[in-house]
């Protein structure tokens, strides 16, 4: 069955701190990954990832994809509150988006 | 522009009642999406649409009526539902996959849906 992990599921941390969120796949006719940010409201749309190995990068956030072993990571340096948000990834296969649980990341001050 | 448009935003209706969720899109985008968000829970697909049909159906109860009136358009239209059909509904579009974003999905703002 075609599936997305994501961990940790929840992560707290303090501001100016580092993190690393994960995800993992396992799905046929693979298009892309994509990364979304989720507070009170709709995902809001960060990366999109369909090569190995280049990195994304937006501000503060950066991705990468791994198409060997099948997973992801998205960054984000010197957090702050307002990154408090669920980190949701999805993969694209056929004309499927299927997401992961997603992570829930608190930053404190 | 990559704005989808949701409307309502919010809707209560009774069990009994029969209403429309709309979904519009300018973009050119030939592949449309329902999803279902619960709370605490990722977005699950409910059914995609590809040039103006149906091409995915994920089980989904008949209870939940989709529509494709043209290339801009998605409805979802409801009857009958029950309390645990509250919900955020959320419509997404994407490119055909020869555009450079081909491979992106965008999402609109939602509709909040209470059913009472």
């Known amino acids: 069955e075609d599936k997305v992990v994501q961990s940790p599921l929840s992560l707290v941390v303090h501001e100016g701190d580092t993190v690393t969120l994960n995800c993992s796949y396992e799905?046929?006719?693979?298009?892309?990954l994509l990364w979304y940010k989720q507070e009170k409201k709709a995902p809001t749309f960060l990366f999109m990832l369909?090569?190995?190995?280049i990195e994304k990068k937006s501000g503060r956030l950066s991705s990468i994809l791994d198409k060997k072993e099948l997973f992801s990571i998205l960054n984000i340096t010197a957090t702050q509150t307002g990154d408090s948000a669920v980190y949701l990834c999805?993969?694209?296969?056929?004309?499927?988006?299927?997401f992961g649980a997603g992570t829930i990341l608190r930053v404190k001050s | 522009d990559t704005e989808v448009t949701q409307t309502p935003k919010h809707l209560v209706m009774g069990m009994t009642n029969k209403k429309s969720l709309k979904c519009e899109q300018h973009?050119?985008?030939?592949?449309m999406y329902w999803y279902k968000q619960k709370a605490k829970k990722p977005p699950e697909l409910m059914f995609v649409?590809?040039?103006?049909?149906?091409?995915i159906n994920e089980s989904v109860p008949s209870r939940f009526s989709p529509e494709c009136p043209n290339s801009s358009l998605l409805n979802l239209h409801l009857h009958a539902l029950q309390p645990e059909d509250s919900a955020l509904y959320l419509c997404?579009?994407?490119?055909?996959?020869?555009?450079?974003?081909?491979?992106?999905?965008?999402f609109g703002e939602g509709s909040w849906l209470t059913v009472v």
């Open positions: 997404a579009s994407s490119p055909p996959r020869g555009w450079d974003s081909g491979n992106t999905i965008y």
């Open positions: 799905v046929t006719n693979f298009r892309s």
């Open positions: 369909t090569s190995s190995g």
């Open positions: 999805a993969v694209l296969y056929g004309n499927k988006l299927v």
């Open positions: 973009m050119g985008h030939r592949a």
């Open positions: 649409y590809s040039y103006e049909k149906l091409s």
